[in-house]
């Protein structure tokens, strides 16, 4: 069949299709795991590489954990410091809670590489016609812990694709 104008001879997985672009000796083989933990989804799969031959021996995810639910979790916690210093609740302002977060995935990728990050966010509102600035600073520390229970499903993802390998 052609799709695009293209003649489709087969479809990769794409655990499979990962696999083959890693650079892995296929001619080596072993078993590998893979994860894919994207921007909303995570995903494990177990292979077997024989012969140059791919088997994906088993394969599990959670289709609501993700980097997206990592930096919810900050901009949750910058929002709440917010209010508890100010009184003004970002959440209900658009313009704001988007700058909190393109600030909080700023951040997230920052402590990546570094203990300690700060996010000022100048003119983020205004109380009584008077600007305020969000300035806060944040530890790895304090993102590993506001993350603890996704980190959690990770790794129980990641046990569970193991024991369905065999």
């Given at each position: ?18 696999i ?6 296929m ?18 799969s ?9 088997e ?13 639910d990592?930096?919810k ?17 970002l ?7 988007t ?11 920052e ?6 990050t ?11 016609g ?7 600073s ?7 812990k506001?993350?603890?229970n ?7 993802c ?9």
């Open positions: 069949s052609y799709i695009a104008g293209l003649n489709v001879r087969r479809i990769v997985a794409e655990p499979t299709a990962a083959l672009a890693s650079g892995i000796d001619a080596k083989g072993g078993k590998y795991m893979v994860a894919d933990y994207g921007g909303s989804t995570l995903d494990f177990i292979a077997d590489i024989s012969d140059g031959v791919v994906i021996l088993s394969s599990y995810g959670d289709v609501y954990c993700g980097g997206s990592l930096t979790l900050l901009c949750d916690d910058i929002v709440n410091s917010f209010k508890s210093d100010t009184g003004i609740d959440s209900v302002d658009p313009m704001a809670m700058r909190v977060v393109e600030a909080a995935q700023k951040a997230k990728m402590l990546s590489n570094s203990t300690t700060d996010i000022n966010i100048p003119y983020i509102t205004a109380k009584d008077v600007p305020q600035h969000l300035n806060i944040v530890t790895r520390a304090k993102f590993e506001l993350i603890s996704e980190i959690k499903k990770v790794i129980g990641g046990k569970t694709a193991l024991s369905n390998s065999g």
